[in-house]
Structures are given as structure tokens and as C-alpha cells.
């Protein structure tokens, strides 16, 4: 990515501006190990593999009675009992032939069984119990069945999920490879901010930015510094980028990169690093902006609220989470009838606030009516985002695809 020319009046097309930026990714972060209470939303940072075969032995899937099924007619019969299993059980018990022995829920198959029958399908009477005729293998895990030893089952640069977390539990790993978590300076832009608690002056607003999108952040994985808010002024920008820039790993800055005579961020950028990427093709959000300050990667939002998390969730999202060793960065949409009309074509794609509706012939998306770049209402009433493509119109019940915020925020 060469730095830009930010006079030109030329848009960079959303899925190029995400490729230039993946291109610019920094190096996979350092490794560290932390414990198996501490891993759930890390990033792994080897592949997990099974140290055993899991189950480690046949064992039963049910509470009931372990027997051959050479033994039981196929109609049911009576056997003699003979023995009891429990979970964690090590005796490593014997069955003898034409019994049946009672057993439990993950208790080892005494050997010799080859089928459980569940206690429902029992009635015990004295030293024996009549049982339903059951299949070979009923009801019985077999050794292994889950995965073998040496199997790969979790992938490095996967975020470790609570299931994710539970499988390198059951297989005893009690300290976890995991990338260290990016830690990122971000600062809002503008005289007019105040912090919620406070009391506005006339011409005064509360920095609704910095806590949307440190709680974006953070739902990513990443650490965040309150950088504070930047005066409407080049030397202080300057003086406050220069200072995060040698303690953090990303800048996230929101305003004060549009055209506006206050707008300060762009050339404070280039006079201390270069200047990338400016102005996106995207509704809302255009004036995006990416470069470095003295070496550190800087992402420059616009700083009205909506557009500001917009771009923060569709074109930072896979550059901070690349940074964070994350494999899969690229969220999944999914293909739904549009259920309305959309007869203006624009020279951006827009990303419409929209929920979804059960209609005759299946789901079909409809916006929300508060879309403006500075209305936070719309995505808080919103499911997800509807994309609607450079220069294109819709009619109600054409395929249009969908973007769950689900996919967006981890």
C-alpha cells in the first residue's frame, strides 16, 4: 500500500480498502502461556492435539446393565446379576459369562461386555433382572470414538470458545498457548466532547465513541488505553499521537479525519508517518483513514457515532483481529429477500440497520427507520446490516445479502 493521495476525490472501494489493510498487518503477536481458567476468548496460539484417545476406554452411555448380547434373546430374557460398576471405577471387573452386571453413566464396560441395556428396560427381581432385547454395541462409547491419540482438534488462531475451552479441559491440558492480546491506544477528536456524568455546556456532546468502540475492542480481545480526547488543534494531535505511539501496538482515533478546517488528524499523521488510506466508498463512514505514526499502525474513524462503529466492525474488524493471530476474520453473511424497495442507486455500498421477518417463502430482511450516520437508536434496534452494493437498485423480494451483528462483535 503506497501513502495516498489525499487530494484526489477518488473513493477506495470497501473490499480493496480491507485487502490493503490485511496486506499491512503486523507480524503474529508473542506467545504466551496461561492457565486453563484464564484461556476462554484468547487466541490459541499451536494447534491442540489429543495426548489420548478419547473416550479412553469402553464405557457405558447409560445407567443400566452391561451384558453380552450373545446372552439375551432377542425377545428379552432373564439374567443373573452379577457385579456393579460405577463411574471412576478401577477394578477393571470381569463379567461372567451369561450375567449381567448393573453399571452407570460413564462406568468402564467390565470385560467380556460388549452391550448396555438401559434401566427403563429393566425389572430387577431377587439376584436377577429381566431385560428388553438390545442390539450389539447398545448403548456403549466406544474406546476412541470421539478421537484418537494424536488427532488435531483445535486449530491455531481460533478464539477459544467455552466448548473449546471444555475439550482441552477433558483432555487434561492445564496451560494454554495463546497469542498476547493487542493492545490499543484510542482517542476521540473534538473540543465538544465530554465524558457522560458531566455537564454539557451549549455546543457541548457526550464521546459516545470511545465507549462503543472500547467495548468493541474489548469483545475482540484486545487491551485498551483511554488515550483521552484530542483538541481541535495540529501540535496537540501531534503531541498526543507521538506519546501512544511508542507505548501501544494500534492508534484508533475517532473524528477529526474528514475535510472540515478542525480536522487535524490527517496531517498530524503525516508529519510524524505516513498516511495510507483516506475516504472509502462506504455509507456511512467515508472518511476513513489508515497509516503510520512512527512506526505504529493507526486507524483513523469518522467520528460520527454510527459511522464511526460501522467502519469499526466491517473494515477494522479483520485488520485487528489478523493482528491478533485470528485465522478466520471475515464475517459470513447470508442471502434473504429484501423486503422493500430501494429504487436510488449510490456510488457507495451502504450498510442499512435492518432485522429480520418471516415472510411467505422464507426470511427477508427490512431496515429500520433511523439510518443517519450520527444515530446510534438504528443499530441498537437492529439485528444486522443489509448491503447494498455500488450502483444498485432492489425490489422488494430480491436476493440481498445480510450481515448478523453476531458476526461482528467477536
Request: one cysteine or more.
Amino acid at each position: 500500500m503506497s501513502a495516498c493521495d489525499c487530494a484526489t476525490g477518488q473513493l477506495q472501494p470497501v473490499d480493496q480498502a480491507i485487502a490493503a489493510l490485511l496486506a499491512q498487518a503486523p507480524p503474529l503477536p508473542a506467545v504466551e502461556q496461561v492457565s486453563i481458567h484464564d484461556c476462554a476468548g484468547r487466541v490459541l496460539a499451536e494447534v491442540a492435539h489429543a495426548p489420548r484417545p478419547m473416550p479412553a476406554w469402553d464405557n457405558s452411555a447409560m445407567d443400566g446393565y452391561a451384558l453380552r448380547a450373545a446372552d439375551l434373546p432377542a425377545e428379552g430374557g432373564w439374567l443373573p446379576l452379577a457385579g456393579r460398576v460405577a463411574a471412576g471405577d478401577t477394578r477393571g471387573q470381569r463379567l461372567r459369562a451369561g450375567h449381567a452386571s448393573r453399571i452407570f453413566t460413564g462406568a468402564p464396560l467390565p470385560h467380556g461386555a460388549d452391550t448396555v441395556v438401559a434401566q427403563e428396560q429393566a425389572r430387577v427381581e431377587g439376584d436377577r433382572v429381566w431385560l428388553e432385547g438390545a442390539p450389539l454395541g447398545n448403548h456403549v462409547r466406544r474406546r476412541g470414538e470421539e478421537f484418537s491419540a494424536g488427532d488435531p482438534l483445535l486449530a491455531a488462531g481460533q478464539r477459544l470458545r467455552p466448548q473449546d475451552v471444555g475439550l482441552l479441559a477433558s483432555l487434561g491440558i492445564a496451560n494454554v498457548p495463546v497469542y498476547r492480546p493487542l493492545r490499543v491506544a484510542l482517542l476521540s477528536s473534538g473540543n465538544e466532547l465530554r465524558d457522560p456524568g458531566e455537564e454539557l455546556a451549549p455546543g457541548q456532546i457526550y464521546n459516545a465513541n470511545y465507549f462503543s468502540l472500547s467495548a468493541l475492542l474489548r469483545g475482540w480481545g484486545c487491551e485498551v488505553d483511554d488515550g483521552g480526547v484530542l483538541a481541535d488543534e495540529l501540535l496537540a494531535s501531534r503531541d498526543a499521537l507521538s506519546v501512544v505511539a511508542a507505548e501501544w501496538d494500534l492508534i484508533m482515533t475517532s473524528g477529526g479525519v474528514s475535510v472540515g478546517e478542525e480536522d487535524h488528524l490527517k496531517q498530524a499523521v503525516r508529519d510524524l508517518g505516513q498516511l495510507h488510506l483516506w475516504r472509502l466508498a462506504i455509507q456511512p463512514g467515508k472518511p476513513f483513514a489508515f497509516g503510520y505514526v512512527a512506526g505504529t499502525p493507526w486507524l483513523g474513524l469518522p467520528g460520527n457515532p454510527m459511522a464511526a462503529l460501522l467502519t469499526a466492525m466491517v473494515v477494522a474488524r479483520p485488520f485487528i483481529l489478523r493482528a491478533q493471530g485470528r485465522e478466520q476474520i471475515l464475517p459470513q453473511t447470508v442471502p434473504v429477500a429484501a423486503g422493500f424497495d430501494w429504487p436510488k442507486a449510490n456510488r457507495r455500498r451502504q450498510y442499512l440497520r435492518a432485522n429480520l421477518r418471516y415472510a411467505e417463502g422464507g426470511l427477508c430482511a427490512v431496515p429500520v427507520t433511523r439510518q443517519g450516520s450520527a444515530m446510534l437508536t438504528g443499530a441498537c434496534l437492529a439485528e444486522g446490516l443489509i448491503i447494498v452494493e455500488v450502483n444498485r437498485t432492489l425490489r422488494e423480494g430480491e436476493t440481498v445479502e445480510f450481515l448478523p451483528f453476531s458476526e461482528l462483535l467477536s
